[in-house]
């Protein structure tokens, strides 16, 4: 049985909590700092019990100090953080009623879910508090390991994410309207079929869409599906009339070279689909105008171009417009929407990409499952 914290509030206790600070780091600065700012009522609540909050995190980048991260906290909380550069090296108890250890990927411990390194870091507290939802799908020392060796619990923010994707999963308002974008098919296979069930239309672009036009026939120049299995799915789905497709794109030889915009199946050879077209843009404002709960992940386009944004800013203003209640997703997807300041568009801003999408497809949570107390793995 899970316990959450809003059940078992923990008072005067070294606490270890898990959070996602994953943000970009430019410079030495935070540049974005949603999901720094998601946990901060759950530090804050701690706190206010007199508990001794231990921030652990990991940042993607094996180099990346999050050093930043504890200066750009200390303008946030307006308190004292402290740093702890190496938990191998510290002693309990540790000084200060916050303090967050440097970026745990440093050490080869946490990736290798490593028992001696997740025991150092037990050592440091007397409960272990996950908050971070964004890394549920993950395994290492401090999502999967911590949990079966210390009194754990499931914290605020991650409890609130399960419920508001349990509620999209077992009782959403209709009609669902999913939209679906990104690069690469294998990835969201089994969450396109899964909400092939689930929702009443599946809108699907960017270069995900690309074996679905291919499996209707439709000339698309996209790479060869090695998988068997990931193949089957795709002819499938083609055939699933709850599938949308883009009806135009922005094309050309490469994203450099001049562009033109055109329906699919009118494709030169050589040609790549870098955004989609107007006439896309307003068949998913129709599909979309009457929905009453919309889930979106993934760009329609090569938003990292500023010529190939269109398509997705017109998804955003149609999710904007519509009178549904909206749910967005994805680390990518959510760093774009915040830099331009696009967050409030939506009802609400999930925290996680891959978990999002890992729950959503059905899977296990390797960081949810050790919370309940489940065998460690070989």
């Given at each position: 049985m899970v316990k959450a914290l809003s059940r078992y509030p923990l008072r005067k206790?070294?606490?270890?909590?898990?959070?996602?600070?994953?943000?970009?780091?430019?410079?030495?600065?935070v540049a974005g700092d949603f999901r720094i700012r998601a946990h901060l009522p759950t530090i804050r609540a701690l706190r206010q019990r007199g508990n001794q909050v231990i921030l652990l995190s990991h940042h993607s980048n094996h180099r990346q100090s999050i050093r930043p991260v504890?200066?750009?906290?200390?303008?946030?909380?307006?308190?004292?953080?402290?740093?702890?550069?190496?938990?191998?090296?510290?002693?309990?108890?540790?000084?200060?009623p916050i303090v967050l250890l440097e970026n745990l990927r440093f050490w080869k411990g946490e990736e290798a879910e490593d028992g001696r390194f997740a025991r150092i870091l037990a050592s440091l507290g007397d409960a272990f508090v996950n908050d971070a939802f964004a890394v549920a799908h993950?395994?290492?020392?401090?999502?999967?390991?911590?949990?079966?060796?210390?009194?754990?619990?499931?914290?605020?923010?991650?409890?609130?994410?399960?419920?508001?994707?349990?509620?999209?999963?077992?009782?959403?308002?209709?009609?669902?309207?999913?939209?679906?974008?990104?690069?690469?098919?294998?990835?969201?296979?089994?969450?396109?079929?899964?909400?092939?069930?689930?929702a009443d239309r599946v809108l699907v672009g960017g270069a995900i869409a690309n074996p679905l036009f291919a499996a209707r026939g439709i000339h698309v120049s996209t790479p060869p599906?090695?998988?068997?299995?990931?193949?089957?799915?795709?002819?499938?789905?083609?055939?699933?009339?709850?599938?949308?497709?883009?009806?135009?794109?922005?094309?050309?030889?490469?994203?450099?070279?001049?562009?033109?915009?055109?329906?699919?199946?009118?494709?030169?050879?050589?040609?790549?689909?870098?955004?989609?077209?107007?006439?896309?843009?307003?068949?998913?404002?129709?599909?979309?105008r009457n929905a009453r709960t919309i889930i979106w992940n993934g760009p329609l386009g090569?938003?990292?171009?500023?010529?190939?944004?269109?398509?997705?800013?017109?998804?955003?203003?149609?999710?904007?417009?519509?009178?549904?209640?909206?749910?967005?997703?994805?680390?990518?997807?959510?760093?774009?929407l915040e830099e331009r300041g696009l967050l409030k568009r939506f009802d609400y801003v999930s925290t996680g990409g891959g978990a999002m999408l890992a729950y959503l497809a059905g899977e296990k949570l390797p960081g949810l499952e050790a919370l309940r107390g489940g065998k460690l793995r070989n």
């Amino acid at each position: 049985m899970v316990k959450a914290l809003s059940r078992y509030p923990l008072r005067k206790r070294r606490v270890l909590l898990r959070v996602d600070f994953n943000v970009p780091v430019a410079h030495g600065r935070v540049a974005g700092d949603f999901r720094i700012r998601a946990h901060l009522p759950t530090i804050r609540a701690l706190r206010q019990r007199g508990n001794q909050v231990i921030l652990l995190s990991h940042h993607s980048n094996h180099r990346q100090s999050i050093r930043p991260v504890a200066r750009h906290l200390v303008r946030l909380l307006g308190a004292p953080v402290a740093f702890l550069a190496d938990p191998e090296k510290a002693r309990a108890p540790l000084r200060g009623p916050i303090v967050l250890l440097e970026n745990l990927r440093f050490w080869k411990g946490e990736e290798a879910e490593d028992g001696r390194f997740a025991r150092i870091l037990a050592s440091l507290g007397d409960a272990f508090v996950n908050d971070a939802f964004a890394v549920a799908h993950r395994r290492g020392a401090s999502i999967t390991v911590l949990p079966r060796i210390m009194p754990a619990y499931l914290g605020p923010l991650f409890e609130r994410e399960i419920a508001e994707l349990k509620r999209l999963e077992k009782n959403p308002e209709r009609p669902l309207v999913a939209v679906f974008g990104g690069a690469k098919i294998e990835t969201k296979i089994k969450l396109l079929r899964r909400m092939a069930r689930l929702a009443d239309r599946v809108l699907v672009g960017g270069a995900i869409a690309n074996p679905l036009f291919a499996a209707r026939g439709i000339h698309v120049s996209t790479p060869p599906i090695t998988d068997a299995e990931t193949r089957a799915l795709v002819r499938m789905l083609a055939r699933s009339p709850k599938i949308v497709l883009p009806v135009d794109g922005v094309m050309g030889r490469s994203p450099g070279a001049r562009q033109r915009t055109g329906p699919f199946g009118r494709m030169k050879r050589g040609e790549g689909i870098f955004d989609a077209g107007p006439s896309t843009v307003r068949l998913f404002r129709r599909e979309l105008r009457n929905a009453r709960t919309i889930i979106w992940n993934g760009p329609l386009g090569l938003v990292e171009m500023p010529a190939f944004q269109k398509g997705t800013l017109g998804l955003v203003r149609a999710i904007g417009q519509s009178r549904g209640r909206s749910i967005v997703g994805g680390g990518d997807t959510i760093a774009w929407l915040e830099e331009r300041g696009l967050l409030k568009r939506f009802d609400y801003v999930s925290t996680g990409g891959g978990a999002m999408l890992a729950y959503l497809a059905g899977e296990k949570l390797p960081g949810l499952e050790a919370l309940r107390g489940g065998k460690l793995r070989n």
